[in-house]
């Protein structure tokens, strides 16, 4: 099947590198995500990626009451540097051209995030896999993702998520009477509180009409699916 997406961008949780305990990073994991955006690549699909760093460090979380909450962000954002090189090496195991961005200036181990750069990147067929969040602190990785996306004119957002294969009405691991939403939009995410991902982000998407699709990261096959047009997961937009 032809894809029916040009440029995509991949938004793939920290916690989803550990494996089944989230933490640190999984070989096996690793080289299952890389494999999978492979096949989406081969496909001809431009595909940029954004990656968490809960993994390994979060922000929000073990630092916030025990030192200054910037530099607990700031460490976040370094933690997400190390998975994105993690993934450009499985990238480039399999053969598949990868370029690691950072939006915190690095350059002995990545090209600083240059927005027609990175445009560049895509249109030659190479994989840009980005760290470092926005460059700031107190904004998510989905904020990054949201942000990224707009900035690279991807046509979709895909939110991969960690064994969840769409939206509920609930936590459905705490909420046996949660029922999946086939596809919503903005504001009823929103307004719920559905935890998709943070407000700044959604909001962001919202005012830029930003489709986005989040489904189950652990399901092979799914990113293809996506792109070649099947309903997977939950979609998120303008009804």
């Known amino acids: ?73 700031f460490m976040g954002m370094l933690a997400t540097v190390i998975n ?31 927005r027609r750069k990175a445009v560049r990147h895509l249109e030659k067929g190479r994989v840009v896999v980005l760290g470092g969040g926005t460059g700031n602190p107190f904004f998510s990785t989905d904020s990054a993702a949201a942000l990224r996306s707009a900035e690279l004119r991807a046509e979709v957002l895909l939110m991969a998520k960690n064994g969840v294969d769409g939206v509920y009405t609930g936590d459905p691991k705490l909420d046996l009477s949660a029922t999946k939403l086939e596809q919503l939009d903005y504001l009823h995410a929103i307004r719920e509180n559905l935890r998709i991902m943070d407000t700044t982000a959604l909001s962001f998407s919202k005012e830029r009409k930003l489709p986005i699709v989040v489904f189950d990261a652990n399901c092979a096959g799914n990113i293809k699916r996506i792109v070649e047009g099947e309903k997977v997961g939950s979609y998120i937009g303008e009804l």
């Open 1 to 73: 099947m032809a894809a029916v997406y040009k440029r995509i961008l991949i938004k793939i949780s920290g916690e989803a590198f550990g494996g089944k305990n989230g933490q640190g990073i999984d070989p096996g994991t690793l080289e299952y995500f890389a494999g999978e955006i492979k096949e989406v690549s081969d496909l001809g699909v431009q595909i940029a990626v954004v990656v968490g760093g809960g993994n390994i460090w979060r922000g929000e979380g073990k630092g916030k009451e025990h030192m200054d909450q910037a530099q607990s962000h």
């Open 84 to 114: 994105t090189l993690a993934l450009q090496d499985a990238l480039e195991q399999l053969k598949v051209p990868t370029r690691a961005m950072t939006a915190i200036h690095m350059e002995s181990v990545a090209e600083p995030y240059i």
